[in-house]
């Protein structure tokens, strides 16, 4: 009895030792299944995310070469205006300095106007009278006001001036 009980217990351990040894096997494929699956879909997840970040930064250098051709651009765009700026302030000091000029040609002709003065005419003939003028244009300091050339500045160096 004992050997045929023994012999009974014994088989019956060793068959549920087998299916829970089936049963284990099984867990474990299960397990290493769904970490594969894991770690599948996590290798998925980095390559999106690398993917999506290589992206970013092929987006963000067309946008900074686009700012950097506009920072270009607009720098040159800058310095020809302050160039030509230049060349216009030194008209307009030209231009104002010969405005002064012939203002004050006009003034001292004006005021010459009034020093006209009537002297007898010393040939001898009676009743004549000459009218002495001063000479506005026989004077050497108002000559150098009409001779004069425009100052023209150079677009290439504003600083640099002809005459």
Known sequence: MDSSSGNSSGSTQIQNSGSDEGLIDQRKRKRMQSNRESARKSRMRK???LDDLRGQIDKLMNDNSQIVTTVRVTTHQFLHLEAENSIL???M???SQRLDSLNEMINSMNSNRSNY???HCTNGTSGM????QPDFFNNPWNM???NQQPI???ANDPFEYYS
Not at 129 to 132: A, G, M, N, V, W
């Open 152 to 154: 023209m500045a150079s």
């Open 129 to 132: 009278f000459e009218f002495e």
């Open 144 to 146: 150098m006001y009409l």
């Open 47 to 49: 390559q999106k995310h």
């Open 117 to 119: 003065t009537i002297s």
């Open 93 to 95: 000091g030209e231009l």
């Open 89 to 91: 302030t030194a008209q």
